[in-house]
């Protein structure tokens, strides 16, 4: 049979979390490779899931998503960042985040558009564009002063006439970057100038260390009206598994992802709606003490990736962080990711496997922090095996 797989999806075969997870089960490794965490979200919170169930919450619930979640989404968006969504036609519930950039994408770009993105970027989002025939044009980060950012030339030089939309993932996966109000200036500028849409990826929103802040790039003047605004709850509260997202947008571009979304999985499953309903109006505290342990496990993480030789650099946000090898004398991050179980029983992320331009990335290693002490101890006790 001949390949049966479209051609524009035949770039997207195995992942490297398939392969990676295998080799730590394998050799019994600890597998910092996948993000996720390895506890549980708020106990109130799961309790009103298993509520749901129980009290006959298991029928489709209305396509634009559950009243009481969209009224909790847009009473969030008002508290924490001063921007107003009506719960009626300015949010759409998804099936986590990534159904909501696929829908956009597709809502929002023609074959042929260009959509600029950072690399290192989320793997689903090449794979949306290439979906929609449209046209990734990649923007590079590159560590500065031990973070990485883009430098405003080159992204003023990825526009064309044909640029329709940037994703922006801030803070950012798999760099931990959180943009400064300076680098979101830059892009809500540009956005204005030759009316782009902005489709904002979220998720981390609520987990920056350091008091750094996250700022929406809606909040910025002129913005709110060209911005897609996503986010989801299984990073907010620990439940990746709940795949319980959300978009928030002035009317015609909700309608316009809704669109498209309602022939994807018309609706969001129900019985998640309700308990993140609660975790949002009930549970910001239990986010806040998670945010300081996740931290604490940042620096431990960091300590003994340093100890083991590694350069690393400190990330403002997320579940990652990055380190450079090249001080442990390797130069190419697939190769030692093959061996760091043989080497010191630790799985992790090969960070060339986020860009499009791989050799840009070849130097960097990804690890994840959001796991138990136990977990992150026993890894920087193994590490040590390297030095
Ligand atoms: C985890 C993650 C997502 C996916 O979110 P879901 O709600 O699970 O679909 C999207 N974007 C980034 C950057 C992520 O890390």
Redesign the pocket.
């Given at each position: 049979m001949t390949e049966p797989l479209v051609s524009r999806m035949r770039a997207f075969g195995t992942t490297i979390f398939a392969e990676m997870s295998a080799l730590a089960v394998q050799t019994g490794s600890i597998n910092l490779g996948q993000?996720f965490p390895d506890s549980d979200g708020p106990a109130a919170m799961l309790d009103r899931a298993m509520d749901a169930i129980a009290g006959g919450g298991n029928q489709y619930p209305p396509g634009p998503g559950v009243p009481d979640l969209r009224q909790a989404v847009s009473a969030h968006r008002a508290t924490h960042y001063g921007l107003v969504y009506d719960p009626n036609g300015e949010v759409l519930v998804t099936?986590?985040?990534?159904?909501?950039?696929a829908a956009s994408v597709l809502a929002l770009c023609e074959p042929g558009d260009e959509v600029i993105a950072f690399e290192p970027y989320?793997d689903?989002y090449a794979a949306s564009i290439a979906l929609a025939g449209a046209r990734l044009a990649g923007v590079t980060l590159r560590p500065v002063e031990g973070r990485f950012t883009f430098d405003p030339d080159e992204l003023r030089a990825a526009v064309t006439p044909r640029t329709r939309a940037i994703l922006v993932?801030s803070p950012?996966?798999p760099t931990g970057t959180v943009f400064t109000r300076d680098e979101l200036a830059v892009i809500a500028e540009l956005c204005q100038e030759h009316g782009i849409i902005a489709i904002t990826?979220e998720?981390?929103e609520h987990l920056t260390f350091d008091g750094v802040e996250h700022i929406p790039l809606a909040t910025f003047p002129g913005m709110r009206e060209r911005t897609v605004m996503?986010s989801?709850?299984?990073?907010t509260f620990s439940v990746?598994g709940?795949?319980?997202?959300w978009v928030c947008a002035p009317r015609p571009l909700v309608t316009a992802v809704q669109t498209v979304k309602q022939f994807l999985t018309f609706t969001a499953s129900g019985p998640w709606q309700f308990a993140v309903a609660y975790g949002l109006r009930h549970e910001m505290g239990w986010v806040a003490a998670m945010r300081a342990g996740l931290q604490d496990k940042r620096d431990r993480l960091m300590k003994g990736l340093a100890l083991a030789g590694f350069r690393v650099l400190k990330p403002a946000g997320?579940?990652f962080v990055q380190t450079d090898i090249r001080p442990l004398g390797f130069t190419d991050g697939l190769e030692l990711t093959r061996k760091l179980p043989s080497l010191a029983g630790v799985v992790a992320i090969p960070t060339q496997v986020f860009y499009e331009h791989p050799e840009r990335g070849a130097h960097f290693v990804r690890f994840a922090f959001c796991k138990q002490y136990e977990v992150i101890d026993e890894a920087v006790g193994r590490l040590k095996r390297l030095g």
């Open positions: 993000g099936v986590g985040a990534t159904e909501a950039i989320y689903s993932n950012h996966n990826d998720v981390y996503i989801s709850a299984g990073k990746t709940w795949k319980t997202g997320t579940y």
